[in-house]
């Protein structure tokens, strides 16, 4: 393929993400601060650059898959930033969470250079990323910008959707998030009354996934709760990120988000408890300390 793509940011996300436009046949410049996901990188044939100026000067498209609005800034506009090697009329695609107001700033910040901006977010966490099956929500206003990253896009993805304007993919991914997390919280109260009440989980969860309660999070998330499995597929400490941004986004668009507080909150007591960098399924273990109950162990030791 004739456009070589620049990737910036190489974590549990990024790796697995980077690694499937090198399947798909593109030309790959990478940087990462971690050497370790670099060299992973090389290895598997992309070619490293020393700053994110070097990969934006050797790259048509750069893509950034970054933690959040800070660091995607820095990358851009800080000391040897995208924006200093830049060439006039390339795309910057950012497939990182920020919040959604940052990624219309950063859009108009570069089009002053004639650099393009989408914003493409992601959901389906680290498994998905390794399949290339994620969902991404495309915030851009150019058509001509979208039509451009969509094959790029879909090297990484199932679904593809141009959700509107700049920005949209993050309101879109905010959106997400709140289902998400709320639908966590929502499992680990069930299994817990569950639980209390007796009954196996795993037998209630059985009964009820062809209902309307049935979800990908149930299907996911249930059995690492039973399993007592908490290794970070999407970190409770990115997750407590993203609640942040879709709080603050809905203070500026006039939108009550009351129940994203409260599990904003029970992630920050988890996080406060060590437990930030464990999977966003381990709210499960708020409940169980709020109940004294194990999900996942045998029947004959629940508290009453």
């Given at each position: 393929m004739g456009t070589t793509i620049g990737?910036?940011?190489?974590?549990?996300?990024?790796r697995p993400m980077s690694k499937?436009?090198?399947?798909?046949g593109y030309a790959l410049i990478v940087y990462n601060r971690s050497h370790a996901a670099v060299r992973d990188l090389v290895a598997a044939g992309a070619e490293a650059a020393g700053s994110p100026r070097e990969v934006a000067e050797?790259?048509?498209?750069?893509?950034?898959?970054l933690p959040n609005s800070p660091h995607v800034q820095q990358?851009?506009?800080?000391?040897?930033?995208?924006?200093?090697?830049?060439?006039?009329?390339?795309?910057?695609?950012d497939m990182s969470s920020i919040d959604p107001l940052v990624a219309r700033d950063i859009s108009a910040a570069l089009l002053r250079?004639?650099?393009?901006?989408?914003?493409?977010p992601v959901s389906g966490g680290e498994p998905k990323a390794v399949e290339g099956t994620l969902s991404i929500m495309v915030g851009g206003g150019d058509e001509a910008d979208v039509a451009a990253a969509e094959p790029i896009l879909r090297c990484m993805g199932a679904s593809v959707v141009h959700c509107g304007d700049v920005?949209?993919?993050?309101f879109t991914k905010l959106a997400n998030q709140v289902i998400v997390a709320i639908n966590i919280a929502a499992l680990s109260e069930a299994l817990i009354l569950a639980r209390k009440a007796g009954l196996d989980p795993q037998r209630v969860v059985d009964a009820i996934r062809g209902g309307l309660a049935g979800s990908a999070v149930l299907e996911a998330k249930v059995p690492m709760a039973l399993n007592r499995d908490i290794r970070p597929g999407f970190r409770i400490d990115l997750h407590i990120k993203d609640l942040a941004n879709a709080l603050a986004a809905g203070h500026e668009v006039g939108a009550p988000l009351p129940l994203t507080a409260q599990v904003k909150e029970i992630m920050q007591g988890l996080r406060v408890d060590g437990l930030g960098e464990a999977d966003h399924g381990a709210v499960?273990?708020?409940?169980?300390?709020?109940?004294r109950v194990e999900?996942?162990?045998?029947?004959?030791?629940?508290?009453a």
């Open positions: 990737f910036i940011g190489l974590g549990i996300m990024g499937n436009l090198l399947r798909s050797r790259a048509d498209v750069v893509i950034t898959m990358v851009l506009f800080g000391t040897d930033g995208v924006i200093e090697g830049a060439r006039p009329g390339s795309l910057v695609i250079r004639d650099v393009h901006f989408i914003d493409a920005g949209a993919g993050n499960v273990r708020y409940y169980e300390k709020l109940a999900v996942g162990t045998s029947i004959g030791s629940a508290s």
